[in-house]
């Protein structure tokens, strides 16, 4: 009885040993699943934040060059225009500006400033 | 430090893993995979099946692996919840197993096989080519050493039936291998009453 159980035992030993390498399709199936790690999540965070405040920063410019162009008298003092006036349009300019720099300020703090 | 020389001691492995450590996760998987991969083709045979089921049960090991006690080895550990995957895949498939009474008083299973000169091919071939229901109680059986009992409350089927399947598929087995078959009378009395899934 002994020896008919190690002979089975054998095929038992050579089915388990079979080995098949997966295709890269298993890993990426798990890895949509698997939660994020902390670094992964905060880079993914930092990146969307990034693009939001560059696009914040791109319309704020825009619409300040578009100030600037609007009469002769203001070309040459747009920016002063742009920053000091009342004027409901500059007003939007600063605000969307600050809200920029707030952006950057949220995706950057300063003790984990790139530049650091 | 190298991957492997970092992450060889299981523990550290585990810590890490638990951590959400992309590189201990993908260590592990790497490891692991192409084994448990293996197993999972013996019980579903269709490659594109036994890698959903390999991406299931992985899943189900990383998000479980904060409850494995050290008591055992990480490797068996993987290898139940792989072969539960396995399971739950071939029950959804609502696999029928006929009960056979007759073979209530069946003496214990004779067998005469010789594996000395066998390869692994051959054999993987004969247990591929069983039908799934014996396949399936042959791998717990004979493979993973699961006793009669656990594989009837697996399978939700009786200890005689897991027995009769066992017998009929070592003897498709030996039959398959070419081997000399000494269940060949036993069987003949239960003949018209076998049970095949």
Redesign the interface.
Known sequence: ?EN?NL??N???A??????????T???D??QE??????A?RRFRIRTLLGIAATFSLMVSLTSLWALQNKSPESRFSGYKFAVRSNDAESAAIRSSVAFALKLYAADFPLDEHPSR | MTEKALYSDETVLIRSCLQLDPAAQAYLFRTYAPRFLGLILRYVPNKTDAEDILAEAFCRIFSRLNTFRSQGSLMGWMRRITVNECLLFLRRKKIHFESTDLLENFPEIPSSVDAGYLDADGVRKAVEALPTGYRIVFNLYVVEGYPHQEIAALLGISVNTSKSQLLHAKRRVQTLLGLPNSTEKLSESVGSKEDSI
Do not use: D, T
């Open positions: 009885m008919e002979n089975w054998k095929i038992a050579l089915l388990a040993s079979r080995k098949v390498v997966p295709s399709r298993v890993w199936l798990i699943r698997l939660p994020k790690h902390v992964q």
